[in-house]
């Protein structure tokens, strides 16, 4: 046993950079724009599914992608600052969906005749009821309330969760690269080959440019075949659906793209505020905040941080909340959260520095604001970002599992937590996602709209039924002779910032702000 036995370990021993050491500046620019052109997959395919669905023409569907990359950054500087303090992105999130599409289905807003004047009219509800939505998360994170709930966490009920937050993404990964395979398998396949099989060698100096910017190299190179293939008519007479995904010049982007274009407040005019499209789009907050802590979570392991305490979850929680209402003043069309394919490239390139995601925060204000030049990089097919999507969101999903090497896992009924919290995670959403497509409405269908978009959120959402599994049983199954079984000795330190001294080295405020806000 002796020759097969892996202590547990709090911190991964195998990453390159922290979260407070840097690379070189050359190393750190390239590293975040690598960052900047991964999470543009989540902030263009977002925009152009809900946009001609509420009425917009091309120009509004490039003018929301523009805003919405133009909060992105700013929501993504604001948590690095003054959140969690994390190397994490924030971005737009396919958990507001549901909710968007409740509005935009609204019978009074699709009454109106004029195409450009109901693609107005449901972007100010919208903005509406994120603006009042944002509340909640900005109460449950500034009055410390989630941190109050985080201590019914332990390593053993947040492993699916976090697992789920990888593996929950599965749609967009494998099924959407065979959209396009002559795009997305050389995608993956070159992904993996430099990455995995080439991280070691190193023909310029000693960087391993292979395993610190495959992202960059795999794009650029399958882009350019994507681009020739267009060019040369391979996709002039396939299916609608096959140009869509493969084309380079499909979207329309880049013509419809003003060369400078600045996002402000209220660009689209006045929100317009109704009680049931609030109360829909609170679902979404909801799974926005546990979809959120366990990538939070993740990501300080992939950054060889310590797990973020209670209090320290909460000021994230709360930033994420203006960053929600920053959505709504803005107009993104879809609410905020956590980027899992950016947590996953820590691990990837084995950099977790925060300089890096800040300074892509950077590129993302920068570009939003050159429309054409923004554009160009977000024509990129969405089968090579689904590509990327299977390895990194494997990643996060692997991460979540390692926390179980902190339980006793010849437990009969932690195995059974795991096992049934992972299970349902996983079928319970595709059952109302099957529901879905096959009858036009979702497994909650009564008269009152704002019901369904709620229930039909919470349960569409595999972090969230797999939080609500795990947690539950986790507290209510034999918890007292179990402590050391859920791995609750190793965790509790965590649980408050001064419970281990390494929290104040990785989440401190900066410009000593913690005098104005001392710990809780």
Request: net charge positive; glycine share 10%.
């Amino acid at each position: 046993m002796e020759n097969i036995s892996h202590p547990p370990m709090e911190q991964l021993q195998d990453l390159e950079y922290c979260i407070d050491s840097n690379p070189p500046w050359v190393e750190t620019i390239l590293l975040a724009f690598q960052n900047y052109i991964l999470m543009l997959g989540t902030s263009v395919m977002i925009p152009s599914l809900l946009v001609p669905l509420m009425g917009g023409t091309d120009a509004d569907k490039v003018r929301v992608i523009q805003t919405l990359l133009f909060v992105s950054g700013i929501n993504t500087l604001l948590q690095a600052l003054f959140g969690t303090r994390l190397p994490t992105v924030v971005g737009g999130s396919f958990a507001y969906v549901i909710p968007i599409l409740y509005i935009i289905r609204d019978s009074s807003l699709q009454r109106i005749p004029d195409q450009h004047e109901r693609f107005l009219q449901t972007m100010r509800a919208i903005q509406g009821a994120l603006i009042i939505a944002s509340s909640l998360q900005i109460i449950l994170g500034y009055s410390q309330l989630w941190g109050i709930f985080t201590r019914f966490f332990s390593p053993l009920g947040m492993a699916p969760v976090i697992g789920l937050v990888g593996l929950g993404l599965f749609e967009r990964g494998f099924p959407a690269v065979g959209n396009c395979v002559e795009i997305g398998i050389p995608m993956l396949l070159m992904l993996i080959g430099l990455s995995q099989y080439l991280k070691h060698y190193r023909p310029f100096r000693d960087i391993p440019i292979f395993e610190r910017f495959p992202v960059l190299i795999c794009v650029t190179v399958i882009w350019i075949y994507s681009l020739i293939l267009t060019a040369g008519g391979a996709y002039n007479h396939r299916p609608t659906k096959t140009q869509d995904s493969c084309r380079t010049d499909r979207a329309n982007l880049i013509s419809s793209a003003p060369w400078f274009k600045f996002p402000y407040p209220l660009q689209w005019g006045a929100p317009t505020f109704d009680a049931g499209h609030s109360v829909s789009m609170m679902a979404a907050v909801w799974v926005s905040v546990i979809e959120s802590t366990g990538a939070y979570k993740a990501a300080s392991r992939l950054a060889i941080a310590t797990p973020p305490p209670a209090y320290v979850l909460s000021r994230g929680i709360g930033w994420q909340g203006i960053g929600v209402l920053l959505d709504g003043l803005f107009g993104t069309g879809t609410g905020s959260t956590v980027s899992v394919e950016n947590v996953g490239l820590l691990g990837l390139t084995r950099v977790g520095s925060r300089r890096v995601v800040q300074i892509s925060a950077g590129f993302m204000i920068f570009f939003s604001t050159l429309g054409k030049f923004g554009a160009v990089f977000a024509s990129i097919p969405f089968p090579i970002f689904a590509a990327l999507y299977c390895v990194l969101f494997g990643l996060v999903a692997s991460v979540g599992i390692s926390f179980l090497q902190f339980t006793n896992m010849n437990s009969m009924r932690n195995l059974i937590i795991t096992g049934l919290s992972l299970f349902l995670g996983i079928s319970v959403p595709q059952y109302f996602n099957d529901t879905l497509v096959s009858s036009g409405h979702a497994p909650v269908n009564t008269r009152a709209g704002w019901f369904n978009g709620f229930l039909n959120t919470i349960f569409l959402s595999p972090p969230t039924v797999g939080l609500i599994v795990s947690v539950f049983l986790d507290n209510t199954l034999e918890v007292e002779k179990s402590k050391k079984d859920r791995g609750m000795p190793w965790w509790v330190k965590f649980r408050t910032f001064r419970g281990d001294n390494r929290n104040e080295e990785f989440y401190t405020l900066p410009f000593n702000l913690n005098r104005f806000f001392p710990p809780t």
